[in-house]
T-cell receptor
Framework: DAGITQSPRHKVTETGTPVTLRCHQT?????MYWYRQDPGHGLRLIHY???????DKGEVSDGYSVSRSKTEDFLLTLESATSSQTSVYFC???????????FGQGTRLTVV | DQQVKQNSPSLSVQEGRISILNCDYT??????FLWYKKYPAEGPTFLIS?????DKNEDGRFTVFLNKSAKHLSLHIVPSQPGDSAVYFC???????????FGKGTLLTVNP
């Protein structure tokens, strides 16, 4: 299994508070992604990174920001959490030259 | 605007029979297609892929067929086993940005 660790695995937070989810990899893969999974929507890309300090928006990026200061870590921040951001968040990584992405175990976030 | 469509939310088959999961896409730029399997409370895992230069790729019990003119691909599982019961996601990528666009998923149930 690809070495991907997401933390925390579960979090409950209040509306309006900032939240940061962490994705850590030990594979030295260039590409890292944040997806959210919601019933009826499948997996939707939030942001992705194609290198240190190189990031770009996905299809549902509003309300989220990311940072990648080193190869192994990709942080997803909800600046001011809303109930619509209650979801399961997955981090994924892929190696240059291949499209197969490997996913972490997910973070279940509940905004109350 | 959904670029990857899995129109069947669920599919139920008997153990030992064939499972056929379908996927349609609208973006002509897509040139690489993947299937992922997801068990509850786990991250998606890569199953099989196909490049647009091929029309078939086989890996054990799993075969993916691609019909570019119809913008359609399908995943065949033969014979189906109860352990195959999971949500299956179709995904597609195009160009060199290594982003994957996912469908909404199909829940496969294989009955003993």
């Amino acid at each position: 299994d690809a070495g991907i660790t997401q933390s925390p695995r579960h979090k409950v937070t209040e509306t309006g508070t900032p939240v940061t989810l962490r994705c850590h990899q030990t594979e030295n893969h260039r590409y890292m992604y944040w997806y959210r999974q919601d019933p009826g929507h499948g997996l939707r890309l939030i942001h992705y990174s194609y290198g240190v300090k190189d990031t770009d928006k996905g299809e549902v990026s509003d309300g989220y920001s990311v940072s990648r200061s080193k190869t192994e870590d990709f942080l997803l921040t909800l600046e001011s959490a809303t109930s619509s951001q209650t979801s399961v968040y997955f981090c994924a990584i892929s190696e240059s030259g291949t499209f197969e992405a490997f996913f972490g175990q997910g973070t279940r976030l509940t905004v109350v | 605007d959904q670029q990857v469509k899995q129109n069947s939310p669920s599919l139920s088959v008997q153990e030992g029979r064939i499972s056929i999961l379908n996927c349609d896409y609208t973006n002509s730029m897509f040139d690489y297609f993947l299937w992922y399997k997801k068990y509850p409370a786990e991250g998606p895992t890569f199953l099989i892929s196909i490049s647009s230069i091929k029309d078939k790729n086989e890996d054990g019990r799993f075969t993916v067929f691609l019909n570019k003119s119809a913008k359609h691909l399908s995943l065949h599982i033969v014979p189906s086993q109860p352990g195959d019961s999971a949500v299956y996601f179709c995904a597609a990528s195009g160009g060199s940005n290594y982003k994957l666009t996912f469908g909404k998923g199909t829940l496969l149930t294989v009955n003993p």
